[in-house]
Every structure is written in C-alpha cells, then in structure tokens.
C-alpha cells in the first residue's frame, strides 16, 4: 500500500507539473509571436540621425534635455529590449509589495511595447502579466502561472489610450523616441516643464513631463489615467518618476522608474523597478 501510495502522489506530481510547463510554453509562444509581429510591422526611421539644429526652437527645458541626453550625430533608436526587476504593489490600501521580474520590447516605428512579467504572489505562486501596445491596440492580461486567467482587457479605446500613455511616458528610455522628428509636438508650460503629445493613428496622448536640476526627465504625468480599483476601471491622476541616469550607447537613459496614482489621499506607488539589462537597435 505504501508503494502505491509513492507512485499515486508522484503521479498526482508528474501531472501538475506537466500543466505548469504547458501553460509556461504556450504563454511563452504567445510572447514570441506577438514580437514577432511587432517586428515585422516596423518601418524604416524617417530621420537616421539626430541633427541638433531641430531642436532651437523647442521649450527651453526641452532643449536643455535634448543637449544632455542626447550627442550630435546619434542614431536614432529603432526598437530596444531590456530587462528589469522590482517590486509592484497590488493592493493600495496595503504597504505589502510583490518582488517582479520582466522582459520588454519596445518600437518605435510604429510606436509600440510589450512586457512580459511574473509577480509572485506567494511562494511558489507566480502571477504572469503581459502589457501591450501594439498597432494602435492595447491590452493587458493576467494569468496565474500562465493557466488561469485573472484579468483580460482589450479591444477598447480606453486601453488602447492608457497603453500609448505607457510607450510616451518610458519614452526617456529610447529618448531619440521624443524628438520632433519622430512625430512629438512639444508645449511650453514653465522653465522646468513642457508638455509632449503623441499621436499614432486617431489614437493622441499629451503627458506633462518635469526636468531636474541636470536637465534630464524627473518625471512624466497625466491628470487622467484609467486605472483598475476594486476591479473596476477609473480615471486618476498618474506620475511615472525617473532617476539613476547613465550614458549608454551615447545617450542618457534613467536605471530606475516609479509609477504612481495621485490620489487624493496622497501619492500611492505601485511600481518600483530597476533595468537588469538594455540593448538598442538603431537606425542603419
């Protein structure tokens, strides 16, 4: 009886093992064919490289960005890959944070990104998300462990908007991505900010985005951002901050972002992560 007890549990085992793996591989497939797509639909930058005389007539904070991230001559970014790790709070209400890990792919021509992360949610206990903005669609889906599926939304404007809001805002991160020549119209506002508005298709975001003292992106800001609380879709102040810049690849880029509600009871983070690893593919 002992014995076949054994056999019975490894069995049990063997076979929820082997769902784990099926649903890590098709999730994983899902991931690789959307990039793959994603690839496939770019389109060669209009501009190859960046000439600094496009940029005198913008806002003096931008101006000053543009001549600290960015050196005459630089390549423009056509799509960029990293890899990051973090932590990310689900419930608000809550100071308990989930560790994260996550690769991206974002591009540039057209504007898109995806992201690919697992929260684990307990020991053993990994939640899969994957954030999309892809030929003018978003999405934003959930699974645990790649199996069971705990949040799903796509198709609407209303992601669609909030996850071009997402490419604008990390655009620090491929900044030749926020040049004027890449399709971004900048709006004075004070000698310390400026506002950037992106379109792609019918689809248009404006973000009002702060520069520091070293004249580099401090953070990035909308006054209505669509958010899920208690399950149900809201619109909210956001923020996404940046900081630990470093020079890679000629340009400036930040090694750390946070993002953030502004609620009225205060700021509430949910999202704290740090770069593990960055490449860029530019511009022949």
Known sequence: MLTWSFILIATVLSAAAGT???????WQRETSARRATMRAACLPASVATYDRREIEA??????RYFEV???????????VRFAQQGQFRQDEKKDTWQPFRATQ???MYPPGFDWDARIRMAPGVDVWVRDTYALGAGSLRASVGGLVTVADLHDTVASARGELMRYLAEAAWYPTALLPSQGVRWTPVDERSARATL???PLSQTLLFRFNGDGLVDSVRSDARGGLVDGKMVTMPWE???SGYTRRNGMMVPDCGEAAWMQPAGRKSYFRGTLTSLAFDFAP
């Open 20 to 26: 784990v793996a099926l649903g890590q591989r098709r």
């Open 58 to 63: 913008l806002p003096p904070p931008v101006k």
């Open 69 to 79: 991230a960015l050196q005459d001559g630089q390549a423009m970014v056509t799509s």
């Open 105 to 107: 792919l974002a591009t």
């Open 199 to 201: 379109a792609d298709g």
């Open 240 to 242: 996404c901050s940046m």
